[in-house]
């Protein structure tokens, strides 16, 4: 049995950082990742770097690790057709779209309505498969939101339904706030899987409230193979107060080799990455297996 755990260190993870990273830094980061066996990744977003800085050089960044790591699949985010048109530029052959389960965080995250956001992804959606390009639709707040609290099952389902109908080979459920608790993610990652078989579905899980990890085991419980993790615990949401960073790699790692489940990752060269990163921010990431490794019995 194996999972597939997707590196969100250089996406996700740095998104709100305010120190920015030059071209140079984040392809070292790769080599450390790819050295570490890493085969999927993502590199950023094709979003307009006034809103984002630290996304500014994802086309080149694209173009480079394509290159030089043929073996990995690499992935990015867009928002728009502009968007798609760079990614294609750059030669991406996966991408992902996300969109909102929650009406008020849709207005202050995008500016406009849940069904506008909808019907422009479902168009977006349509139109980059069209041109070969595999789609992952992530559903922002799917297990709550800051500004509404639960989110009912039936908005989630139907989003799910409107995203695979438009061409989403993949979906992915993400816990933007990090509000899940172990049984509610056991409980809708069994849903989804149970109303829509024959689709990929994955998990983006924060760890804000300390239950990143379990909430990952509850998802694997669940039957789902896919998770979004980033090294070091790196990352969180800039338009979320207080939301806290993905579940580290490593820890994930750690988590499934106890298991006995196949990740295809280094836990040795995981920890040399995160501790890369760790050099450039001048701070400790919170992931917690490199630390144990090296604490003196």
Avoid at 38 to 60: E, I, M
Avoid at 171 to 199: C, F, S, W
């Amino acid at each position: 049995m194996r999972v597939v755990l997707q590196e969100e260190a250089l996406g996700d993870g740095l998104q709100g950082e305010s120190r920015l990273f030059g071209l140079a830094e984040k392809l070292e980061i790769v080599r450390l990742l790819a050295a570490a066996g890493v085969r999927r990744l993502q590199l950023g977003s094709f979003v307009n770097p006034r809103s984002v800085p630290q996304v500014a050089n994802t086309d080149v960044l694209v173009s480079l690790v394509r290159r030089q790591y043929p073996d990995i699949q690499c992935t990015a985010q867009v928002h728009n057709e502009k968007g798609v048109e760079r990614a294609l530029r750059s030669g991406l052959e996966h991408l992902a779209v996300i969109v909102p389960v929650s009406e008020s965080d849709s207005r202050k995250h995008d500016g406009r309505s849940m069904a506008e956001v909808m019907k422009a992804a479902t168009q977006l959606i349509a139109a980059a498969t069209a041109e070969g390009i595999d789609i992952r639709a992530g559903l922002r707040c799917a297990f709550g939101c800051i500004y509404e609290g639960g989110i009912p099952e039936t908005v989630v389902l139907d989003t799910v339904g409107q995203l695979v109908d438009a061409g989403a080979g993949e979906i992915n459920l993400a816990d933007t706030a990090g509000m899940a608790h172990p049984h509610q993610v056991k409980h809708l990652a069994a849903k989804v899987r149970e109303r829509y078989p024959e689709t990929e579905l994955s998990l983006h899980l924060h760890d804000t409230r300390g239950l990143g990890l379990v909430n990952l085991y509850a998802g694997f419980e669940a039957g789902v193979r896919g998770f979004d993790v980033a090294v070091g615990g790196l990352g969180g949401c800039p338009f979320i107060e207080g939301a806290a960073g993905n579940v580290a790699t490593e820890d994930a790692v750690h988590l499934f080799e106890g298991m006995g489940v196949a990740t295809g990752l280094d836990l040795g060269g995981l920890c040399r990455a995160a501790e890369a990163i760790e050099t450039l921010l001048e701070r400790r990431l919170p992931g917690r297996i490199c630390r144990a490794q090296h604490t003196p019995e």
